[in-house]
């Protein structure tokens, strides 16, 4: 089981390898299926259970109170999303022979009702308004830098500009939350707030 400092260290850096491996992988004009793309989605899939560790942590560090209760628990729904996604990304290429054969599967996934919007559209922003919440409150209590949420809120813009950039988003994340992974004293044991 990691720390929640080994938490804020290691989710950035698994996304980030996330990023590097979706992009080796499409190096020959094609993402998936095969070894690259398992890989770098598990590595995804790890980032994100390390998040809600970091979640739970930056919620207490936060005070507890209820923005930073509801920060995580829209963090926790947006990550129910993207592990979602991820999984199906992880079966249909197990399933597929191709990336035509993903992409007609895709296809038959998306068609169904509700998938969309939960799963690819709406649902995967919820973790990232939770990590922004849960950031301005630290930075608010000067745990984090001022500027922290911006570089949070800039991770989230970066993909939608080009997936290709995550890795640099994963920076930013890294950048953000150095006051977290490197504070060996206060997150060692960290407050305790009544549930």
């Not at 260290?9 to 390898?17: E, I």
């Not at 000067?142 to 640099?168: E, F, H, Q, S, T």
């Not at 060692?188 to 009544?194: C, K, L, S």
Request: net charge positive.
């Amino acid at each position: 089981m990691t720390t929640p400092r080994t938490a804020f260290l290691a989710a950035p850096v698994l996304t980030g390898a996330y990023g590097v491996i979706r992009i080796l992988d499409g190096l020959d004009g094609s993402r998936g299926p095969g070894f690259a793309w398992t890989l770098g989605h598990l590595c995804f899939l790890g980032a994100l259970v390390l998040f809600v560790q970091g979640f739970a942590s930056m919620r207490a560090r936060a005070g507890g109170g209820t923005l930073s209760t509801v920060g995580l628990w829209t963090g926790v729904a947006g990550v129910v999303a993207l592990a979602g996604q991820f999984g199906i990304d992880l079966v249909v290429g197990f399933l597929s022979a191709d990336r035509g054969a993903m992409e007609t599967m895709f296809a038959k996934v998306q068609d169904i009702p509700g998938m969309l919007p939960v799963l690819y559209e709406f649902g995967p922003l919820l973790f990232f308004v939770g990590q922004l919440i849960l950031a301005s409150q630290l930075a608010k209590r000067r745990v984090l830098k001022v500027w922290a949420p911006v570089l949070v809120l800039a991770n989230a813009v970066v993909p939608l500009v080009g997936k290709d950039l995550i890795p640099v988003g994963a920076v930013l994340l890294l950048l953000a939350f150095a006051p977290l992974y490197r504070d060996r004293e206060r997150f060692a044991v960290g407050p305790r707030v009544p549930a």
